[in-house]
C-alpha cells in the first residue's frame, strides 16, 4: 500500500495514456478531471479492440467458423475477468448490457414489474443518479408499488436514523448507489444490504462509480443486483454489466426480445434462453465487452487498492486547497466519507462560465445537474461544476484546477 505519491509510478501510468500528453487551443496541456463522465483508455485497451477488428471480427455465439470461434472464446473470457473483477460465483451471473443504465432498467423492468405489487415499497434516496431512479418510478408505477425515500443529512449522507421506521416488511427493494456521482458519498452498502435481507428485502446497487475506484465483492456484503458500465472503468463505451446472483436471473423476465435470447420460438409464444443469453437479446457489444476484459486486466495489473489509495490522496490535496479558495463551497461530505469527486460552486461564477473559463486553461470539468436533479433541488442549486479524479491526475493537476479556479474569480473580478 502506497503511503504517499512518490510511492505510485504517475509517470508510467501517464505514459499508457496517449491522450493525456496532448496539449489543447493556446498551448494548454489537457488536464482532464472529468472521470466521473467516462475515464481515458490505456493504450492496452485500444490496442486490444484494434486487434478484435483487425484479427478475429465475427459475430459471437453464432459462426461455426474460426473467427467465430475466436471472438466468442474472447468474449467469454472477458466474462470471467469480470466475474473474477466482483467476486461473483459463476460467469452466467455476468450480463453484458450497453451500460449502468440499461443494467438498471433490466433490473426494473425484468424483476420490478415481475414481483412488485401494490402496496410494496421501493426504497430510493435523493442522491441517486436518475438511472437508478427513474426506472424505480415506471416500476412503481406500471405495478402499484410505492417509493419511499431515505433523506440525507445536511453533509450528503445517507440519514439512517429513520431506516427503522422506512425499512419494513413492506420493502421489496433498496436501490442506492454505492458512490454518489456528485457528492462522492460513499455509501454503507454493507448495513444496507444486512438491513435488506433481514426484513426479506433485496438490494441493487448502482456501482457506475465505485466499481473502478474502490474493490467490489459481490459476496461480501451479499448484493443482489450490481449495475457497471465499461467507460468509466477505462474500457470502451457502449458496454456494461449487470450482476445478479443467479436464481434472480432465473426468476425474473427478459427485458428485450429478440435474438440470442430464446430456447425456442413458436408463431405464438416463446421460451427463453438461460442466462446470461437471456439477457443479451440482439448482438451484444462483444469488441466492447473484450475491451473492457483489456481495462480489468490493466487496472488489475496495477492494483485497485494501490490506485484507490492514490486519488484519495490526490483527493484530499484537492479538497484542502480548493475549499481555501474565497467563495467556494464543496458539496458533500468530509473528504474521508467519499471518492476523488468534487462539485462545488464559487460565489459570483455560474458552474457553465466557470467550466468554460477552466477548459480556456486546458482543465477540463463538467458543469450542470449531472443527471440528479432532485439532488440539486435539495442543494437548492441548479447546477455544480465538478471536478473528479483518476489515478491518471497528479498533483500538478490538482494545483492547476485550483489557480485556474483563482484565474476564474479574477475575471469576475471577485475579491
Ligand atoms: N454518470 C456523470 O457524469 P451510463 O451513462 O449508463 O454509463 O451511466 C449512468 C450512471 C449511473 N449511475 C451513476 C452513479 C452515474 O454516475 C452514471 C453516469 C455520468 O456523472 C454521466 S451523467
Known amino acids: 500500500m502506497t503511503t504517499n505519491f512518490t510511492d505510485f ?39 486490444k479492440v484494434v486487434e478484435c477488428y483487425e484479427q478475429y471480427n465475427s459475430n459471437v455465439h453464432r459462426g461455426i467458423h474460426q473467427l467465430g470461434d475466436r471472438m466468442t472464446t474472447e468474449l467469454e473470457s472477458a466474462r470471467e475477468k469480470v466475474q473474477r473483477f466482483i467476486g461473483a460465483n459463476e460467469p452466467d451471473e455476468i450480463v453484458f448490457t450497453s451500460g449502468t443504465t440499461m443494467s438498471l432498467n433490466i433490473v426494473a423492468h425484468g424483476w420490478g414489474r415481475k414481483f412488485l405489487r401494490p402496496g410494496d415499497e421501493v426504497l430510493v434516496n435523493p442522491m441517486e443518479h436518475h438511472a437508478n431512479l427513474v426506472p424505480w418510478q415506471l416500476a412503481a408505477a406500471a405495478t402499484g408499488a410505492t417509493l ?112 440470442h435470447m430464446i430456447r425456442e420460438v413458436f408463431l405464438d409464444s416463446s421460451t427463453w434462453a438461460d442466462p446470461p443469453a437471456k439477457f443479451e437479446a440482439g448482438t451484444c457489444p462483444f469488441i466492447q465487452a473484450v475491451g473492457m476484459g483489456a481495462a480489468i486486466d490493466y487496472v488489475n495489473s496495477i492494483g485497485l ?35 476523488a469527486i468534487l462539485s462545488f460552486t464559487v460565489d459570483g461564477v ?52 485550483v489557480e485556474a479556479v483563482q484565474g476564474a474569480r479574477r475575471v469576475f473580478r471577485l475579491k
Open 305 to 339: 487498492a494501490k490506485i484507490g489509495h492514490y486519488e484519495h490522496l490526490l483527493s484530499v490535496q484537492a479538497h484542502e486547497k480548493l475549499s481555501q479558495v474565497p467563495g467556494v463551497k464543496i458539496h458533500g461530505p468530509a473528504v474521508e466519507h467519499k471518492g
Open 148 to 259: 419511499r425515500y431515505i433523506p440525507l443529512t445536511a453533509d450528503g449522507r445517507l440519514d439512517l436514523s429513520q431506516l427503522d421506521e422506512l425499512l419494513t416488511r413492506k420493502t421489496k427493494l433498496i436501490a442506492v448507489t454505492a458512490m454518489s456521482n456528485v457528492l462522492g458519498t460513499i455509501n454503507p452498502i454493507d448495513e444496507l444490504a444486512r438491513r435488506a435481507h433481514d426484513v426479506g428485502a433485496l438490494i441493487c446497487v448502482d456501482g457506475a462509480q465505485s466499481v473502478p475506484h474502490a474493490l467490489t465483492n459481490v459476496r461480501s456484503p451479499q448484493i443482489d443486483f450490481l449495475a457497471f458500465s465499461g467507460h468509466k472503468l477505462y474500457g470502451p463505451t457502449g458496454v456494461g454489466v449487470l450482476y445478479a446472483r443467479r436464481q434472480l436471473l432465473e426468476a425474473m423476465d427478459p427485458f428485450l426480445a429478440g435474438g
Open 350 to 401: 455560474h458552474p457553465h462560465d466557470l467550466s468554460d473559463l477552466l477548459d480556456r486553461r486546458g482543465v477540463a470539468i463538467r458543469a450542470g445537474h449531472h443527471c440528479t436533479m432532485p439532488l440539486h433541488e435539495l442543494l437548492n442549486l441548479t447546477a455544480t461544476a465538478r471536478a473528479s479524479l483518476a489515478f491518471y491526475n497528479t498533483p500538478a493537476e490538482v494545483d492547476a484546477l
Open 9 to 47: 509510478d504517475i509517470e508510467a501510468v501517464r505514459r499508457d495514456f496517449p491522450i493525456l500528453q496532448q496539449r489543447l487551443s493556446g498551448d494548454m496541456p489537457l488536464v482532464y478531471l472529468d472521470t466521473a463522465a467516462t475515464a481515458q483508455k490505456p493504450r492496452c485497451v485500444v490496442a
